[in-house]
């Protein structure tokens, strides 16, 4: 089942094409991965995805024009996690993940979430913040935040999670469990991912497709294997990346 | 040491309001003629179940004197500290209030320009002077917005601000050129500048309590939205907020809220800065429990300013702008330091 599909999406700074013509399609069960330079577009793609950037082209939400889905509506079909967190007031942890469920239980007919503390409960014990509930944001740090806002996506119980780069300020340890958890989440049906990572090893460790992008355009699409090869990346990073991180594994031997 | 936030209650409401009775009472008792708090509570009491007041009472003083001025100043406190909650969470910034960002100055000119061209509506002499302050208030948080998001898109702290500055100069000369062709009117216009609260009546207590409750009422029934923006506004639009929407209903509630207390007592700085800040040491953050705290707070600092703006160098009475602008920046400061020390 086609879930998501962006058709000839451009979004322009001035004169200069941040996000240059380009389509993409996301499957169900599919972990779509956005690969490519720092300045490739793929943080402003995710942004027309969740409609806070102005784009020209379509996206296409199981089969409907995206702009006119209500806010709510789009919420609770789509969760994405930005790539940056911050927070300036005190809140705390259970406070910033109960938030998830705001599609849930907003209008003035708001229906009773019934479902909503459970899934609250799930999403810290998921992340490991159970112990943190009532911490205040403030106090924590890079990784524990980047968590606190992975639970709230997980409480928004969506069917499409868009992650940009869910691994920032994550230690190997949480690593390998983010992306292990969100493997396993991705397996319930009716389920797809798309995620920027810079971490190549872990764009082909657990992606199922992926979209190279180099200078706003895309350089190449498809299965994973097809796409990250070492032309392909050779030819968008300027540097022979097999050899690099061969080299850099070769160390530890 | 725990802090104050975590042992808040609902108990703290009620403290909150018997403390708010406490000044309301003290601050009709207290002035150029004392009177007894016995007195004050048979005056207000009978008046109120439409009974006989007893002789020997000074009636007058309480209810026509003291009790219209006391209700409009907490009604205003009220109003302006909600506001600048509302403002500081929907902008993320702790520096946001209608003083600094020049709404109230805004708001200001359009009283000052309502004046000193005669638009009045008929019937309600308030009413020119309060649709004007509305109308400048709207358009200034519009201006200072627009401004600030074609200079950062992010709509950061120190653009805001920056802008917010600017404008209320550019407001204050504005207001500079008017008196200067309209001297005739220079009294007035002085107490649109420095805010002050003799000489209001029960009315303007009226259209303030029903502004309150109608905006106000919009607005705490956007708790849940601000909480979302308070965190970030990429993050309320992630989880649902429809944020164009929300944030256009929350500015014009403030905006009207800010009119009416501009037109009824001028321009008051610092209660919606600083009186948020106190009450989200005692609340936390989660606006759902801060906005009613924030009015609470507001309205108690404003009665305590008002008393002290008419008594502490009597006969004179200093303009009560300048009792709030003393405290509350020493306050800001204070607090300011605190929290950023501690990080």
């Known amino acids: ?9 451009t979004v322009r700074y001035g004169d200069n094409a941040v996000v240059d013509d380009l389509s993409f399609e996301l499957q169900e069960g599919q972990w779509l991965m956005l690969v490519g330079p720092n300045g490739a577009g793929k943080s402003t793609l995710i942004g027309a995805i969740s409609q806070g950037v102005p784009y020209t082209g379509d996206i296409l939400l199981e089969g409907a024009d995206i702009r006119r889905c209500k806010a709510a509506q789009r919420a609770r079909k789509i969760g994405v996690l930005s790539q940056k967190n ?8 259970e406070e910033v993940v109960r938030l998830g469920r705001y599609a849930y239980t907003s209008g003035f007919l708001s229906t009773r979430d019934d479902d909503g503390k459970a899934q609250v409960e799930r999403a810290l014990e ?17 990784g524990e935040l980047q968590r606190t806002f992975l639970a709230q996506v997980f409480a928004q119980d969506p069917q499409i999670l868009i992650l940009d780069e869910p691994a920032n300020h994550l230690d190997l340890v949480y690593q390998k469990h983010i992306f292990s958890l969100i493997g396993q989440w991705l397996k ?17 460790r657990y992606g199922t497709h992926a979209v190279l992008m180099n200078h706003g355009k895309c350089a190449a699409q498809g ?3 097809a796409v990250l090869t070492p032309e392909n990346l050779r030819s968008v990073y300027s540097m022979d990346v097999y050899a690099w991180m061969k080299d850099m594994l070769a160390q530890w031997q | 040491m725990k802090k104050l936030s975590e042992h808040f209650s609902w108990g703290t409401y009620v403290l909150l309001a018997a403390a708010l009775i406490a000044c309301l009472l003290l601050c009709i008792c207290v002035g150029s003629v004392a009177i007894p708090l016995k007195d004050t509570v048979v005056a207000l009491w009978n008046s109120l179940r439409g009974l006989e007041i007893p002789a020997g009472i000074s009636k007058n003083i309480i209810l026509n004197v003291r ?19 509302a403002m500081q969470g929907l902008l ?25 061209l005669g638009v009045s509506i008929p019937g309600f002499s308030l009413g020119g002077t309060m649709l004007m302050a509305m109308l400048f208030a709207f358009l200034s948080l519009a201006a200072i917005l627009g401004l600030a ?7 950061s702290t120190n653009s805001i601000i920056l802008i917010g500055v600017i404008f209320s100069m550019f407001v204050s000369s504005a207001i500079n050129l008017i008196i200067s062709f309209a001297q005739e009117h220079i009294k007035s216009i002085t107490f649109w500048t420095m805010g002050s609260l003799s000489g209001t009546n029960l009315s303007c207590a009226g259209v303030l309590a029903l502004a309150l409750l109608l905006c106000g009422g919009v607005i705490l029934r956007y708790a849940r939205e601000l909480n979302a923006f308070a965190i970030g506004e990429d993050n309320a639009r992630n989880i649902g907020v429809n944020v164009r929407r929300v944030k256009l209903i929350i500015l014009i509630a403030v905006s009207v809220l800010i009119g009416v207390s501009v037109s009824v007592s001028g321009a008051i700085g610092f209660v919606g800065l600083v009186m948020p800040h106190m009450a989200r040491m005692i609340t936390g953050p989660n606006h759902k429990r801060l906005l009613p705290a924030s009015m609470f707070a507001g309205a108690i600092f404003l009665l305590l300013a008002d008393l002290t703006a008419r008594t502490i160098l009597a006969p004179v009475e200093i303009p009560i702008g300048v009792v709030t602008s003393l405290v509350g920046a020493t306050a800001f400061i204070a607090v300011f330091y605190r929290t950023r020390k501690a990080g």
């Not at chain 2, 009790?67 to 600048?84: E, H």
């Open chain 1, 223 to 225: 299965e994973v294997d």
């Open chain 1, 1 to 9: 089942m086609q879930m998501l599909k962006g058709n000839h999406i």
């Open chain 2, 67 to 85: 009790l219209p001025r006391v209700l409009n100043v907490a009604l205003v406190g009220a109003a302006l500290s909600l506001c600048g909650a």
């Open chain 1, 126 to 142: 998921l992340t490991g913040l159970t112990d943190f509930r009532h911490a205040s944001v403030l106090t924590l740090s890079g």
């Open chain 1, 188 to 204: 319930t049906p009716g389920r797809a991912v798309i995620s920027v990572v810079h971490d190549l090893s872990l764009a082909r």
């Open chain 1, 86 to 93: 911050s927070v300036g007031y005190g809140y705390t942890v």
């Open chain 2, 149 to 155: 998001y074609a200079l950062d898109r992010s709509l």
């Open chain 2, 92 to 116: 993320r910034n702790p520096l946001a209030d209608g003083s600094t960002l020049g709404v109230s100055s805004g708001a200001s000119l359009g009283a000052v320009l309502a004046l000193a």
